[in-house]
């Protein structure tokens, strides 16, 4: 079986997030609009997208469209979210699931009483060099964890972007520390201790550093910014008998190196260039076809905005 999946909104992230996935799967992009007419009709031409809706109420209430994937701008997930859940369309949404916790809640809670999927897009998680490292760090191989370093880095998106708008609910740590802290909380249940960041623009943070600590006593750092020479997005756990260093985690498609060292020595496993993004519509649709279980939950995705607000208060900013 294959979804029929309306799209909102004509992202730049779509194409390798939703379009090349569902097109290796076999699944349908069945709709999609955008605020710009125009641009949602060459986005259709150019992905093979059936049809152009008028609106984003229409793609989510049109009777072909089995599921909805939500790429729009971090204040638009919530708000559309709750109308595919009112239509009772599964969602996969970009991250982050909300602009705070309070409406991370609000989804949350329709979600689970419609008995409706939405899952907050965290594709790393779902991909063998990610799955690999946490092994490692939880059997025993790298000892005690002592620290856990996460490090995302882009350079400067254009002037105009959303992810520099205070009402769109841009921000490094909205961006890129929303991933860093879920995987310090595949990690255990590590506290915010303190956070430094440099503000673009009043409210919208450039770079925002959160620090952590576990009750094991490890430490954490979750490093974020939008304002980089280049791109960077690793993964370091630390443990009493070694280390894992994940290169990039985001896009092992073009990295997939796990560099483990340990007493016995250094080693780098390859563990393969298919899309994270891939594997994520695969577990999406098993989910959604056939019940099979999922990592990420509602229940995950407010605890990570609780967070994401943590941070930004522990920064003397104020949550979105």
């Known amino acids: 079986m294959s979804l029929r999946i309306g799209v909102l909104g004509a992202s730049r992230i779509a194409e390798s997030a939703i379009v090349a996935p569902a097109q290796e799967l076999g699944h349908r992009l069945v709709a999609v609009a955008a605020r710009d007419p125009q641009r949602a009709q060459v986005f259709a031409k150019r992905h093979g997208v059936e049809r152009v809706c008028a609106s984003y109420a229409d793609v989510i209430g049109d009777p072909e469209v089995d599921v909805i994937y939500n790429p729009l701008a971090n204040a638009l ?7 595919a859940v009112a239509a009772g369309k599964p969602v996969l949404t ?4 909300a602009r705070n916790r309070a409406e991370a809640v609000r989804v949350a809670e329709a979600a ?16 063998p060099v990610t799955r690999r490292a946490l092994q490692l760090a939880g059997d025993g191989t790298l ?11 882009m350079p400067a998106p254009a002037d105009d972007d959303p992810r520099w708008s205070v009402e769109l609910a841009g921000g490094a740590l909205m961006d890129l520390g929303c991933y860093g802290l879920h995987v310090m909380r595949q990690l255990g249940h590590p506290s915010v201790v303190r956070a430094h960041a440099k503000e673009h623009s009043p409210g919208i943070d450039a770079w925002c550093d959160v620090e952590l600590a576990f009750p094991s006593g490890a430490t954490g750092l979750s490093a974020n910014s939008m304002v980089a020479h280049d791109w960077a997005f690793s993964i370091h756990v630390v443990g009493t008998k070694g280390d894992v260093h994940v290169h990039n985690f985001i896009k092992p498609h073009e990295d997939d190196r796990v560099t483990i060292r340990t007493p016995a020595g250094s080693t780098v496993e390859h563990l ?6 891939t594997y994520q519509l695969e577990a999406f649709a098993a989910h959604v ?3 099979a279980p999922l990592p990420l939950s509602t229940v995950d995705a407010v605890e990570n905005m609780a967070y994401v607000d943590a941070a930004y208060r522990a920064a003397g900013m104020s949550p979105r």
């Open 77 to 83: 997930h919530a708000p559309w979210n709750l109308a």
């Open 143 to 153: 000892g005690g964890i002592t620290h856990v370093e996460v490090r995302m880095a």
């Open 112 to 127: 689970d009483a419609a008995g409706i999927p939405v899952v907050e897009g965290f594709h790393y998680l779902f991909h």
């Open 289 to 291: 076809l056939h019940g």
């Open 94 to 97: 970009e991250k982050p699931f």
């Open 272 to 277: 393969g260039t298919r899309r994270s993004y």
